[in-house]
Every structure is written in structure tokens, then in C-alpha cells.
T-cell receptor, first 114, second 110 residues
Framework: NAGVTQTPKFQVLKTGQSMTLQCAQD?????MSWYRQDPGMGLRLIHY???????DQGEVPNGYNVSRSTTEDFPLRLLSAAPSQTSVYFC?????????????FGPGTRLTVL | GQQLNQSPQSMFIQEGEDVSMNCTSS?????WLWYKQDPGEGPVLLIA?????ELTSNGRLTAQFGITRKDSFLNISASIPSDVGIYFC??????????FGKGTHLIIQP
């Protein structure tokens, strides 16, 4: 049981490049979400999904797309990377809902956009 | 959006000391969560609180859900080196994700 896995662990992009951050979970959790963490800002919600085929925007969704074709996977796409997207990205899952029992976080992807 | 005021921002303590930190909000919540984040890792849930006035312990950690439902406290007794990290409070519910405080950096001096 791997829990929540994220790939890659580190990534450097040039402005304007695109990439996909991968998140996978093997706990059969319905709820998955993406946060970004910036110094002094805590964690802020980007997008979330309450189940396969359903996604919605969080607090800071601009510049990011998501899809949820399976229960296990919830990729985050940057279509045209900008330096403001330099951050640490965390994927999180829960059985149902966002807070009941708390969320399980992945190890993070550290992204630098030059 | 909702804002959580977490304090202190950082703490420099000696090993063996007790630690207290808190989180306040202008809004009422039904859930308070406390997470710890080690360097290079994702946050890990320490304690979850679901009822106003609730006091819950997890080893040397004790957290309380404020009676007004607008605040929460986390205490760590007899700190040890592995307690070093960033502690976050979080609230929220339903499908729209958690709101996090900005964190308390705990540093233990030898």
C-alpha cells in the first residue's frame, strides 16, 4: 500500500513550457485535491475532485487544469508555465469530503519555472 | 476566502520545554485539524477535532477545539528533537478543501 504518490519529485521548466504533475493513490479514496505551498502562505487549494469525472476549482485555479478519469489518478496540468507557478505542489486524498478524518498528503513536487 | 491566524510564526525552545501554539478565525467551523510537516515531506495529520470544547491527545500532543468554534490550540509537552518542523492548523469541510494557517516553525535548540 503506497498511499499517495507524486511524480516527479523535482522539475525545472522554462517560461511557456507545459507539463503534467502526476498524482496516484491506492486507497480507493473518492476525494482528491491539489495544493500549492509557498513561503509564508501556507497551503492553498488549486483544484479538487469528489470522484471520477468530477472536478472543481479551488482558491487559486488560474493557470492549472485537472481531469479525473479514474479513482486512482488526478493529474495537474500546467499549459504554459510562468515564474509565479514556482512552488511546491502537494496532492491530497480523503475517503470522502475534505476534512472528515483529515487528508493524506503526497510527498510533493518541487517546481521551478525560470 | 476564509483566513486563519496562526501564532506564533516561529518558536525557538530548549529540548524538554513545553510548546503552545494556537489558531484563530473570525468564522465558526465544525472541524479543526492539526498537521505537522517535516522538511521535504508532505503534511501529516496529528489530531482531528470535531466538537466544540473537545480536548484530544495523541501521545505528548494535546489539542483543543475552542468553545466558541473560532479557535483551536495545540500543546506539545516535553519537546524532543524530532518535534522540529512546521505545524499547521486547518479547517473546512465539505468538498471545497481545507483552509490552512500559515504555520508555526518549531526550532529546538540543543
Amino acid at each position: 500500500n503506497a498511499g499517495v504518490t507524486q511524480t516527479p519529485k523535482f522539475q525545472v521548466l522554462k517560461t511557456g513550457q507545459s507539463m503534467t504533475l502526476q498524482c496516484a493513490q491506492d486507497m480507493n479514496h473518492e476525494y482528491m485535491s491539489w495544493y500549492r505551498q509557498d513561503p509564508g502562505m501556507g497551503l492553498r487549494l488549486i483544484h479538487y475532485s469528489v470522484g471520477a469525472g468530477i472536478t472543481d476549482q479551488g482558491e487559486v485555479p488560474n493557470g492549472y487544469n485537472v481531469s479525473r478519469s479514474t479513482t486512482e489518478d488526478f493529474p495537474l496540468r500546467l499549459l504554459s508555465a510562468a515564474p509565479s507557478q514556482t512552488s511546491v505542489y502537494f496532492c491530497a486524498t480523503n475517503i470522502a469530503g475534505a476534512s472528515l478524518g483529515g487528508q493524506y498528503f503526497g510527498p510533493g513536487t518541487r517546481l521551478t519555472v525560470l | 476566502g476564509q483566513q486563519l491566524n496562526q501564532s506564533p510564526q516561529s518558536m525557538f525552545i530548549q529540548e524538554g520545554e513545553d510548546v503552545s501554539m494556537n489558531c484563530t478565525s473570525s468564522s465558526i467551523f465544525n472541524t479543526w485539524l492539526w498537521y505537522k510537516q517535516d522538511p521535504g515531506e508532505g503534511p501529516v495529520l496529528l489530531i482531528a477535532l470535531y466538537k466544540a470544547g473537545e480536548l484530544t491527545s495523541n501521545g505528548r500532543l494535546t489539542a483543543q477545539f475552542g468553545i466558541t468554534r473560532k479557535d483551536s490550540f495545540l500543546n506539545i509537552s516535553a519537546s524532543i528533537p524530532s518535534d522540529v518542523g512546521i505545524y499547521f492548523c486547518a479547517t473546512g469541510g465539505g468538498a471545497d478543501g481545507l483552509t490552512f494557517g500559515k504555520g508555526t516553525h518549531l526550532i529546538i535548540q540543543p
